[in-house]
């Protein structure tokens, strides 16, 4: 019987999204006290986004031609601790510039094979995905909240050595998660063009594009935002964490949602909590309530939508084309939706200011709304009967909205 190697693979989502707990938050505001203008912050952040337009298909077809992903995966993991130890020495745009976007297409090689590795590690068991996936969630709120502490005493260039610890931690992991055998998907070849050239396709994705692109500037510069409104460290990280319940709460009882209420539905309430709760982030962050109730709406613009968005991809993308399916809908909203907004942030926030910038993120909102209720029509998302199967595992692939 085939022996599941729990607590490796626990420890490796613990610590993969504890790095995002730590980098995510805190690292615009390190680069900021180094006295980088928003847009060289955005477009340094941006390299996570840029590497994962291509990096993970890269990697991905490397690990199907050695036919080994674990010896990636530790690749991934030395290396992305190697390229970051350079921020310790180097201070200049360029250097890192180059710094990040080594960290970051070694980095992005890593989740999409130890997802394949786990399920095919659970075999006839993919429900338990979500109890070693949960430990990634846990690793997120422990890094954001203990990191904002920590910043409250120390100065800022201790976060180095916080992210470098993350990192550390996912390089032994990576070294302890064994390889599992491959179990190819079965099923009949469609064309994946053919998929591509519906209108429905074309909408939602679309509309994920600009989810992703909305949510640029809440990544970027959200931390950089309540730091210049006199919020401490400390309260910074429970907001970041704040969020991530809001996302685990959501997923929990996701599948009752769907049920009741369809994934058309879902999807059109999660973009119109956007358009709402950037507007608050943007107008409304000198209200502590207001604020903590902006995060509480990430349970919907991003847990919602992503577990919706996977479910419309897993229908629509059948057989052995999901896995392209998921590829693409990464690609283009993680990778450049993510792209889009964090540049565009970027420039904004230098030309106008906080409170323009949060509203250009309603504005893709307002867009991808838009898409959705016009490309996307019931009877393509939600079955007649009132039943709606949606794919379990998928629904917790990110902690604070990050993949």
């Keep these: 019987m085939h022996a599941l190697p729990y607590w490796r693979l626990s420890g490796y989502y613990f610590f993969y999204f504890a790095f995002i707990g730590a980098f995510s938050p805190y690292f615009g505001l390190y680069l900021q006290s180094l006295s980088f203008s928003a847009w060289d912050i955005g477009l340094l ?30 690749l991934a993991g030395v290396v992305s601790l190697i390229g970051f130890a350079s921020f310790f020495v180097v201070r200049s745009f360029e250097a890192m510039l180059l710094a990040m976007a080594l960290l970051a297409f ?87 063009g053919e998929i591509l050239r519906q209108r429905r396709v074309k909408a ?11 949510h640029g500037a809440f990544y970027v510069f959200y931390s950089i935002h309540l730091a210049d409104h006199h919020y401490s460290k400390f309260a910074v990280g429970c907001l970041w964490s704040l969020g991530v319940l809001a996302e685990i709460v959501v997923f929990f009882f996701m599948v009752g949602l769907l049920r009741r209420f369809g994934l058309r539905t879902i999807l059109l309430a999660s973009f119109a909590a956007a358009i709402a ?52 809908y990464s690609s283009l909203s993680f990778g450049a939706g993510g792209l889009l907004g964090s540049l565009l942030s970027g420039w904004s926030w230098d030309a106008w200011g906080a409170g323009p910038t949060y509203t250009m993120s309603s504005a893709f909102a307002l867009f991808g709304l838009l898409f959705v209720a016009v490309g996307v029509k019931s009877g393509d998302l939600d079955d007649p009967g009132g039943s709606h199967p949606a794919p379990i595992a998928g629904f917790a692939h990110g902690s604070g909205g990050k993949e």
């Design 45 to 74: 952040m941006s390299q996570m986004q840029l590497m994962r337009l291509f990096a993970p298909y890269l990697w991905g077809a490397l690990a199907d031609r050695m036919g080994q992903r674990v010896g990636i995966v530790r």
């Design 106 to 192: 070694f980095w992005s090689a890593a989740l999409p094979l130890v997802e394949t590795l786990t399920f095919d590690h659970l075999r006839e068991q993919p429900a338990r995905y979500s109890r070693i996936r949960l430990w990634g969630s846990i690793g997120f709120i422990v890094a954001v909240m203990g990191t904002g502490a920590l910043l409250d005493q120390l100065p800022l260039s201790a976060l180095l050595w916080v992210i470098a610890a993350t990192l550390a931690g996912i390089m032994i992991y990576a070294l302890a998660v064994p390889e599992a055998p491959s179990h190819g998907a079965t099923g009949a070849q469609v064309p994946v």
């Design 204 to 214: 939602l994705f679309a509309a994920c594009l600009a989810m992703s692109a909305a």
């Design 277 to 328: 709760r950037f507007l608050v982030i943007g107008w409304g962050v000198e209200s502590v309530p207001l604020i903590v109730v902006a995060q509480l709406l990430h349970g919907l613009t991003f847990g919602a939508y992503h577990a919706t968005a996977i479910a419309a991809v897993n229908r629509w993308f059948p057989g052995r084309c999901q896995a392209r399916g998921q590829a693409l």
